[in-house]
């Protein structure tokens, strides 16, 4: 009895690193990276421009792995952004990837260089028609882990510029109306800077209601 139980989970094992190593045939990559990008569009406006190769691995995890990525806002925004990654990796989610949907489960990006210009666009009014689809698709955006290594970004307005270099953040947000976690640290203007921060519900703060949260800074050279 016990090696014939023995038997079955090792076939039931074979089975599953059989179909799992099927995968990137039965969905291609480029069927993925489609909906990849629609679905970051969506949610956030960003479009999304896949210049280098593009694979779906699925050992030691399910993922779409993409190099140089080019990511922009929409020619309307009110804060331009440009961003180009050097190689990105999108975990996803299995049983949804079966049935042609995409999940994301994790982003981490590596080596991006952000770029973000302040009020080049036209700024719509709080509760104007227009400002609520983007409130209402940024407030749906969930993610279980975005992490960034060794980035870059430049914030540029009315007041000059200011650069984060040697960017890496770790930020846990499964779900926008819940618990969001999030770590970073860098250096602001050549200092050394690290934040640790928690915030109950980013979607009641992009809704205009309140949420409570707590914020460590560490910043011996700014302080």
Known sequence: MLRRIVFGIVLLAALSAGALALLPVLVP???????VAAQIQSRTGWRVAFDGPVTLAVFPNIALTAERLRVESAPDAHDALAADIERAAFGLALAPLLSGD???TEIVLERPVVRVVRGVG????D???????QRGALAGVSVDRLV????????RGAGGET????????LSMPDPTRETEIEAAG???GRALSLSARLDAPAALLSGAEAAFALTLTAPDLL
């Open 127 to 133: 509760g104007s028609d227009a400002a609520q689809p």
């Open 29 to 35: 990559a480029e069927t993925v990276r489609a909906q």
């Open 122 to 125: 036209p700024a719509p009014d």
């Open 148 to 155: 960034v290594t060794d980035g870059l970004l430049v914030l």
């Open 163 to 170: 650069r984060f270099d040697d960017l890496a953040v770790t």
């Open 187 to 189: 250096r602001l203007d």
């Open 102 to 104: 995409v999940r994301l």
